[in-house]
């Protein structure tokens, strides 16, 4: 798990750089952060304080996008080609849907989320 974690940090300047275009501001990134559940978190730093982008995102959530050239629009998510939250690959993460859209997609029920 280490190595993970430290082969990502030499990533993060590029994703970084990549972000701050999609942000249309300089943003910095700290972590990553190893989660519980396996996926990488971020913390995205550096913004203006009122445009609401000094967040902790999801790496996901970062590449998907630095692929869409913008900040992901609430209700927006990300999904994984292969169903592997862990993987975060800009090859897996794909196209945005919404909540309800994303639970028909993944099989679940949308009244219980399960």
Do not use: F, W
Request: proline share 4%.
């Amino acid at each position: 798990m280490a190595e993970l974690v430290d082969a990502m940090k030499n990533d993060l300047p590029k994703l970084a750089k990549k972000l701050s275009k999609a942000y249309r501001c300089k943003v910095r990134l700290v972590g990553p952060y190893l989660c519980k559940d396996g996926r990488k978190r971020v913390d995205v730093r550096g913004a203006p304080p009122q445009s609401g982008l000094n967040k902790t995102i999801q790496l996901a959530r970062a590449r998907l996008e630095v692929l869409l050239g913008r900040p992901l629009r609430k209700g927006e998510t990300v999904d994984h080609k292969n169903n592997d939250k862990t993987d975060d690959s800009y090859t897996n993460v794909q196209g945005i849907v919404t909540g309800k859209l994303h639970m028909q997609v993944e099989g679940h029920n949308i009244v219980t989320g399960k």
